[in-house]
C-alpha cells in the first residue's frame, strides 16, 4: 500500500516562511513526476508546483518566485520552500505522485498564513 506522508504545514505571519515534506513509501509503479496541489475553502484547487523525475520545475503564476520544489529521488521525497507568504497562500496543501501507474495523493497539510 502506498502512503505519502506530508509535514510541515503551520501557522506563520505574513512575509515568513515555511518548508512543506512529503515522502512517499511503499511499492509503486515508477514515478514520473510529484508536486503540490492546494485548495483554499471555497476555492477550487490549485497547481503550486510539480518536477519531474528529470528535475524540470513548474509553478503556479500565483507563487512563482517564492515557492521553490525540489525532489529526492532516492528518498521518494518532494520539499517546498515557501517564502514571502502572503494571507491568500492560506489553504490546504496536498502532495501528489504521477507514477506509471495510478496517481497517489496526501492527506494534506493546513498552512496559514495571518496578516
Known amino acids: 500500500q502506498v502512503q505519502l506522508v506530508e509535514s510541515g504545514g503551520g501557522l506563520v505571519q505574513a512575509g515568513g516562511s515555511l518548508r512543506l515534506s512529503c515522502a512517499a513509501s511503499g511499492s509503486m509503479f515508477s514515478i514520473n513526476a510529484m508536486g503540490w496541489y492546494r485548495q483554499a475553502p471555497g476555492k477550487e484547487r490549485e497547481l503550486v508546483a510539480v518536477?519531474?523525475?528529470?528535475?524540470?520545475?513548474d509553478y503556479g503564476d500565483s507563487v512563482k518566485g517564492r515557492f521553490t520544489i525540489s525532489r529526492d529521488n532516492a528518498k521518494n521525497a518532494v520539499y517546498l520552500q515557501m517564502n514571502s507568504l502572503k494571507p491568500e497562500d492560506t489553504a490546504v496543501y496536498y502532495c501528489?505522485?504521477?507514477?506509471?501507474?495510478?496517481?497517489?495523493w496526501g492527506q494534506g497539510t493546513q498552512v496559514t498564513v495571518s496578516s
Open positions: 518536477v519531474t523525475d528529470g528535475g524540470t520545475a
Open positions: 501528489f505522485v504521477l507514477s506509471a501507474g495510478p496517481d497517489y
